[in-house]
T-cell receptor, first 111, second 114 residues
Framework: EDQVTQSPEALRLQEGESSSLNCSYT??????LFWYRQDPGKGPEFLFT???AGEEKEKERLKATLTKKESFLHITAPKPEDSATYLC????????????FGAGTRLFVKA | EAGVAQSPRYKIIEKRQSVAFWCNPI?????LYWYQQILGQGPKLLIQ????????DSQLPKDRFSAERLKGVDSTLKIQPAKLEDSAVYLC????????????FGEGSWLTVV
């Protein structure tokens, strides 16, 4: 059964304090791994898609990496506006674009 | 390009009443999803359509939840009768279905059952 586990559940950082969020997954043939940002009261906002081990994507202070078993979302020198819940999801080759989400990591960045 | 549209944004009902949510996906997107997100948890897939056919509804509580996608475009999700534990955000999302596989979400419909 496809499964996504995110850690930590919550992370509190000082502004400028870099860190990483983890997403461990098991899936029968990975089609894609996705990272989303979700602000309170909003729907998830797409950040990145990673397709194969070794791939990396960057956007502003965020960098996503992928191995065969996990993905990391690195946050460099975070700012308070980066505070949000970060969701990881996987999509398998089978199941017609079925996409399974983890529980998310709630990030708090203090000024 | 217009995003995924959902309505209503907020709904408060009493237990055992019924409620319906509407979703209009991104134009041309063949795949449509309904997710349930309980506060503090990740989205849980309820049902997935490919055009107007159901691909996966294994986690849809079929005794009280129903969904349809007429003509392969708009979709409605209905809950009848509602229970207290149905209080959640109902997220609609869509995906092109061919080629690109990223899914895009609407803002969600917030349901409170009292």
């Amino acid at each position: 059964e496809d499964q996504v586990t995110q850690s930590p559940e919550a992370l509190r950082l000082q502004e400028g304090e870099s860190s990483s969020l983890n997403c461990s997954y098991t899936v029968s043939g990975l089609r894609g791994l996705f990272w989303y940002r979700q602000d309170p009261g909003k729907g998830p906002e797409f950040l990145f898609t990673l397709y194969s081990a070794g791939e990396e994507k960057e956007k502003e202070r965020l960098k996503a990496t992928l191995t065969k078993k996990e993905s990391f979302l690195h946050i460099t020198a975070p700012k308070p506006e980066d505070s949000a819940t970060y969701l990881c999801a996987v999509q398998a080759h089978t199941g017609g674009f079925k996409t399974i989400f983890g529980a998310g990591t709630r990030l708090f960045v203090k000024a | 390009e217009a995003g995924v549209a959902q309505s209503p944004r907020y709904k408060i009902i009493e237990k055992r009443q019924s409620v319906a949510f509407w979703c209009n996906p991104i134009s041309g997107h063949a795949t449509l999803y309904w997710y349930q997100q309980i506060l503090g948890q990740g989205p849980k897939l309820l049902i997935q359509f490919q055009n107007n056919g159901v691909v996966d509804d294994s986690q849809l509580p079929k005794d009280r939840f129903s969904a349809e996608r007429l003509k392969g475009v708009d979709s409605t999700l209905k809950i009848q009768p509602a229970k207290l534990e149905d209080s959640a955000v109902y997220l609609c999302a869509s995906n092109p279905g061919t080629g690109g596989n990223t899914i895009y979400f609407g803002e969600g419909s917030w349901l409170t059952v009292v």
